[in-house]
């Protein structure tokens, strides 16, 4: 059974940093395309980086200049360095593989960030 897994989340002030993990598991094959995403209370879920099989990268305008998408494709992990952490950022972060056409998601890393 493929499973994603993130870790890291946790409590910082304003300014701080965090990286999450995201370790896939129950799979031989390498993901295609991993990603982060979060999710605010009350608001839709949002894409906040993604890594293509070839490394191409995308980040939210919101997150650019601050946090770092990358990967270890070896051990089909992908991290999130986050830097510079904003009151907004604040959410569950979700990481989510793409294998074979299908999606993966984890059960989600909480992120809090004090102002």
């Known amino acids: 059974q493929v499973q994603v897994v993130e870790s890291g989340g946790g409590l910082v002030q304003a300014g701080g940093s965090l990286r999450l993990s995201c370790a896939a598991s129950?799979?031989?094959?390498?993901?295609?395309?991993m990603g982060w995403y979060r999710q605010a209370p009350g608001k839709q879920r949002e894409l906040v980086a993604t890594?293509?099989?070839?490394?191409?990268?995308n980040y939210a305008d919101s997150v650019k200049g601050r946090f770092a998408i990358s990967r270890d494709i070896a051990k089909n992990t992908v991290y999130l360095q986050m830097n510079n952490l904003k009151p907004e950022d604040t959410a569950v972060y979700f990481c989510?593989?793409?294998?074979?056409?299908?999606?993966?998601w984890g059960q989600g890393t909480q992120v809090t960030v004090s102002s």
């Open positions: 989510k593989g793409e294998l074979f056409g299908y999606d993966y």
């Open positions: 129950g799979t031989i094959f390498s993901f295609n395309a």
């Open positions: 890594i293509a099989g070839g490394g191409k990268t």
